[in-house]
């Protein structure tokens, strides 16, 4: 019996030998824990990959161009266009018709041109792309070694590695798009250019329009006589100078008799003076082809030794 309990304790011997010698040593350093020392520190880490491309560049901003410059000032205006034709004269008793309008002033000139519009201005480069993200971490250092057969618990991680070297910075992110400038507000509009030349004047109405015979001027002569009285000579200039003022009128000469008068009844006399009016006014620069003579006259005005001039439109 006590040989065998020996043998027993021998061979327990035997195999503490093989499995228990590290444990004795970690007593020795910490008889407290069976646990595994640390392991030795992890190598530094390899270097980070390379940091990926940065991202595209934001597009450049668009902005306004500046105002455009002021506009030129327009071009002189054209030369009005000749007035219209005046107005018809008017016809009044006693006036000649008046003389037509002035022709109207010519148009205002044309309006400036509009100024050129703002130049563009090219948007701003994109910004640079983004710096490489940080290169990965190191590995984790290797796990300690085994403890003894014991199979304690594994020793505490090793330190962390050092960071692996900063990777290579990505490549610069591609330029944004250049985005053109909104155009300019337009420029202020240029000053009115100049007026236009007035207009030529229009043609001068047409003269007021005398549709029938109207009674001017008298003459009153002696009994038995065809000469023009002094106190009615005066009135050949007055018709000469009337009908210079109006070419378009022209005369006529009534002579007839009253059939109740005392004046002869010889008409040749009434020819005879109305023949002297027609003389006196051709001297006084009236044109033959201006007088007329006839009985067109108011029936009801005849006189004895009495010639009445009238006028109206020629045809």
């Known amino acids: 019996m006590k040989s065998e309990m020996i043998i027993i304790a021998v061979s327990a011997m035997l195999v503490a030998g093989c499995?228990?010698?590290?444990?004795?040593?970690?007593?020795?350093?910490?008889?407290?824990?069976?646990?595994g020392p640390r392991g030795p520190e992890g190598a530094t880490g390899a270097t980070g990959a390379q940091g990926?491309?940065?991202?595209?560049?934001?597009?450049?901003?668009?902005?306004?161009?500046?105002?455009?410059?002021?506009?030129?000032?327009?071009?002189?205006?054209?030369?009005?266009?000749?007035?219209?034709?005046?107005?018809?004269?008017?016809?009044?008793?006693?006036?000649?018709?008046?003389?037509?309008?002035?022709?109207?002033?010519?148009?205002v000139g044309a309006t400036g041109e509009t100024g050129a519009q703002g130049a563009s201005t090219v948007g701003y480069v994109g910004a640079a792309g983004a710096t490489g993200a940080t290169g990965m971490q190191g590995a984790t250092g290797a796990t300690g070694a085994q403890g003894s057969t014991l199979y304690g618990p594994a020793g505490p991680t090793g330190h962390k590695g050092e960071t692996g070297s900063q990777g290579v910075a990505g490549d610069e992110g591609r330029k944004g798009r250049t985005t053109e400038g909104v155009a300019g507000v337009a420029g202020v509009t240029g000053a009115n250019g100049a007026q236009g030349v007035t207009g030529a004047q229009g043609d001068t109405g047409v003269a007021g329009i005398v549709g029938q015979w109207t009674p001017y001027k008298e003459f009153n002569f002696a009994f038995n006589d065809a000469q023009i009285q002094d106190k009615d000579s005066a009135k050949i200039n007055e018709i000469a100078t009337y009908l210079k003022a109006n070419p378009s009128l022209q005369l006529l000469l009534d002579g007839s008799m009253d059939p109740n008068g005392t004046d002869p009844k010889d008409q040749t006399m009434s020819d005879?003076?109305?023949?002297?009016?027609?003389?006196?006014?051709?001297?006084?620069?009236v044109s033959s082809d201006r007088i007329k003579t006839g009985a067109l006259a108011n029936s009801k005005t005849r006189r004895d030794r009495h010639v009445e001039v009238l006028f109206a439109s020629a045809n």
Do not use: F
């Not at 499995?19 to 646990?35: C, G, H, K």
């Not at 007035?83 to 008046?98: I, Q």
């Not at 005879?272 to 620069?285: D, F, K, M, P, T």
């Open 52 to 107: 990926a491309t940065g991202a595209r560049g934001a597009p450049g901003v668009a902005l306004a161009g500046e105002r455009g410059p002021e506009g030129a000032m327009g071009a002189t205006g054209a030369q009005g266009a000749t007035g219209a034709t005046g107005a018809a004269g008017e016809v009044r008793r006693g006036v000649a018709g008046a003389t037509g309008a002035t022709g109207a002033t010519g148009a």
């Open 272 to 285: 005879r003076r109305v023949e002297s009016i027609r003389i006196a006014l051709i001297q006084a620069g």
């Open 19 to 35: 499995t228990t010698q590290p444990v004795a040593r970690t007593i020795a350093d910490n008889s407290n824990s069976i646990v």
